[in-house]
């Protein structure tokens, strides 16, 4: 009676008529469409996002072009174009996975396929869910039990005793990129003549400048030092800043550590010396934080801005910083289960009122990703059943990702042409290129940036899927890519052997 | 040697003096934050998102009130405030969950614990995963084997033949509220004197009027006719069109269909007026057809816009619309998983670009959530082992859900001084009470719209939390509130007997 339509229980029917007003709906256009580039938001044109921009559309393409029988000098296209862990052949942590399979499939728990420390993982985060399901909608700024867990293991982690982490200051989102964006947007103001203006590093994750044009605020930027392993400076921040100041309203600064694209672990005194500069700034900072478990350079440490705030004690202690934390980098590498969180210090209460009002809109964060964050801080303890073997898992993970981060930096630096940092941290190397004129002025004649030139010819001839510097921002006149660290060892070494050999040939054919 | 810092390893040291920097940084608060409500963005201080206003975080409050043993009226919350199935009882469809568990994890491929076509589904998604794992970044209009498959399912929808839905046009999302305002965002122009202004329904879902004024647009608002079930008329589009096209650009429609929170289903009839509408005024359609598994009323049928549009033929064949739709709402109720999709329809390529470039800095849609909305999209079929079970389960929710969207409109109407339209569809009903002067002059006193005062009362006395028509909008001088049917049917029963008593004893309190 009632239900006149149900998925799947329908008979397709071809109809000629509707066929043929198909074929001429698909092949015309309306003469005008109502929404058209010179009407459409001019912020959203403006913003470019490299990561995912025409190069990666193009290995796509050649990708596709392989499969269909064409030939190529190359019989695979490798995209170390995106910090994406699993795809690159990385295996997902089983702990995680097993408690994910638990609270999607609660049945799961009479069985005795997993162990009990993950069944107990499951059955906590079930209890805080309406409904014993994951599919409710949670708070929006996530379930309170996983709140309190995200508190927790910041304590542990900055080794600060209880009460050090709020768990109300914890907001859960769908990847970190979700928080920041949410926090960026409460400072943009299209009522005033000067825009707000934030800083960011250069080289930078370009969701800063796509969010920045998006929600039509100014980018500030500021050089990261390549000659000292790309750390912060003083002069250049304060330089940054007087540069900008009259034209915009510089409201806050992004600091990313361990780096992306650098790959640099900031040290505790440049920490301290951002702290500074803020605070006379009256700055609010953006500490992007997403690469906490990723250090391997020896002697590095990852410090948290929190922790460093907090040690120097008032009136550092009372700065507005929102720390940001994902499930798809370190050890985890679980970019599509979209889970994050933001830790938001020192908010104002009103305009922290105004954050969780602007993020109620959006329902909620998925409850899986909140789901694999409370893993993630809830790892298996001494004791518990999983625990070696998770630990075994992770150790592998970390001390390959390390191995991976010295053989490319090593690699790379071997090549004539090319100089690289090392890898301190995060997922990324970011060498300079070192191109001959002619080079620069074939690209200059293409229309393109020359390490743009240069990454096209790259993966024209090798299938191998870098990001030029240009997209990131670099010195003027200095050229860099950025290649994640995470193929395999032996993709590694094929892939390096190939650039390597791209480049000689590249350097030979535009030679000066 | 090179991981300095691991989650989970380190030990708490408590010391003194951070406990101490600790305390003060919790009570004192820089004494002017940087980022305060008089200098924050205006836009998101402006966005109100009533579901999640207030009145919810009142009926939490009361939640814990209750938990801590305060003595009440009454020994339980009922949040008939948002549609959330699985929090209100109702249960997942095991075979969604089946898959769900299988991507997660798929080492449960080897058990026997699961169904073939469990196996089936969950092999097919996780080959058009890289690395063959869901926690890889999928492209961010979503992964192309389940795009495929939902243009299949929209051809299975409208009895249409194989081409008349194009997977390149599909746009797999977090839910449809991502890709609504993803659209909506297109059409701002903070450079233009004029704002762009979308026609919404009043009454509407609130995210149309929390977008619009996040993206500084003007919302055009158009009533629904509360005497006619609240359908579509066209002098009163026309009317809220001429009235508003001197102060903004009215360039977009939205139609709700089946009507949240109005519950109606749109005639054929309506449908092709306000193509007709949208052609002669040159508007892009936002069809908002999350609801198009939820048809209860008899005679009703859910007709998709594209359907009409296409056998309308040209020129309205080629019009540009949107049709969004979720896996939060149907029969799954997966509101937690965070799973939709959106065809845009006709769009200018070139601007269809500029949408997929601003998605492409969110990376993309929960992976999990995408295989959700493929199994949503590609159930069980006849002859498959899971199809008898699949098709009891849906057809019992579905068939509860008619039995209750009858019951909740049946009681209301038997109560004094509450009318309510059928429930044709979706999962609310919005019922208008008739309240006395006196009380209306209350709620003026208390500086709070009459249904606002009417909802808190009714909070605070029974522990249902409904959501007063202000929210949503409302004809001057009418008061209405939204309800979800969702609620099991003895708590259906029981909530609306307290609801009645109240209202009785509110309308003695008041009588004018």
């Not at 043929?20 to 403006?46: E, F, G, H, W, Y």
């Not at 039509?216 to 940054?240: C, H, I, K, P, T």
Request: with cysteine; proline share 5%; net charge neutral.
């Amino acid at each position: 009676m009632m239900m006149s339509f149900r998925p799947g229980l329908q008979t397709k029917t071809s109809l000629a008529t509707f066929a043929r007003t198909l074929v001429s709906s698909s092949t015309t256009m309306a003469p005008t469409a109502t929404l058209q580039l010179d009407n459409m938001n001019p912020c959203i044109k403006k913003m470019q996002y490299a990561v995912r921009g025409p190069l990666v559309i193009r290995a796509t393409e050649i990708e596709k072009e392989l499969q269909a029988g064409v030939k190529k000098p190359f019989d695979s296209v490798i995209k170390a174009n995106i910090g994406d862990a699993h795809a690159m052949g990385n295996k997902p942590i089983v702990f995680i996975r097993q408690v994910l399979a638990l609270v999607t499939h609660p049945p799961l728990l009479e069985s005795d396929e997993f162990p009990e420390d993950a069944n107990d993982r499951a059955r906590a985060i079930l209890a805080g869910c309406k409904g014993g399901s994951v599919g409710y909608y949670s708070d929006s700024p996530g379930i309170e039990v996983i709140r309190r867990h995200v508190a927790e293991y910041i304590e542990l982690r900055d080794g600060m005793p209880s009460g050090y982490a709020d768990w109300k200051n914890i907001i859960l989102c769908a990847g970190a990129s979700e928080s920041i964006r949410g926090c960026l947007k409460l400072m943009t103001d299209q009522s005033q003549s000067k825009k707000a203006g934030v800083m960011i590093p250069i080289p930078q994750y370009p969701l800063y400048s796509a969010s920045l044009a998006e929600y039509n605020m100014e980018q500030v930027g500021y050089y990261l030092v390549e000659e000292r392993g790309w750390a912060l400076d003083l002069a250049e921040l304060e330089r940054s800043y007087q540069a900008s100041k009259d034209k915009c309203d510089v409201k806050a600064i992004v600091v990313i550590n361990p780096g992306n694209p650098t790959g640099q672990v900031l040290s505790r005194a440049n920490i301290e010396m951002v702290l500074k500069f803020a605070l006379e700034k009256k700055l609010f900072i953006f500490a992007d934080e997403v690469y906490q478990h990723n250090v391997y350079a020896e002697g590095s440490q990852f410090h948290s801005f929190k922790k460093v705030m907090t040690e120097m004690g008032s009136p550092y202690s009372s700065m507005e910083v929102a720390s940001f934390m994902t499930c798809s980098k370190g050890y985890m590498g679980e970019c599509g289960i979209r889970g994050g969180y933001a830790e938001v210090l020192n908010m104002d209460p009103d305009v922290m009122a105004m954050l969780q009002k602007s993020i109620s809109a959006k329902l909620c964060p998925t409850v899986i990703g909140q789901a694999c964050m409370d893993v993630v801080v809830n790892p298996p303890k001494e004791g518990d059943p999983s625990f070696s073997s998770w630990k075994a898992q992770v150790d592998g993970v970390l001390e390959s990702l390390a191995e991976r981060a010295k053989l490319v930096a090593e690699t790379l630096n071997s090549i004539e042409g090319i100089t690289c940092n090392p890898v301190m941290g995060a997922m990324y190397a970011f060498p300079q290129i070192h191109l001959p004129k002619k080079a620069i002025a074939a690209a200059k004649e293409a229309g393109m940036a020359a390490d743009a030139f240069y990454a096209f010819a790259l993966l024209e001839a090798t299938g191998i899927c870098i990001i030029p510097g240009s997209g990131f921002g670099q010195r003027e006149g200095t050229f860099h890519f950025r290649t994640t660290i995470l193929a395999q060892k032996d993709v590694i070494r094929s892939m390096l052997g190939r650039l390597g050999d791209f480049h000689v040939k590249f350097l030979e054919e535009y030679k000066d």
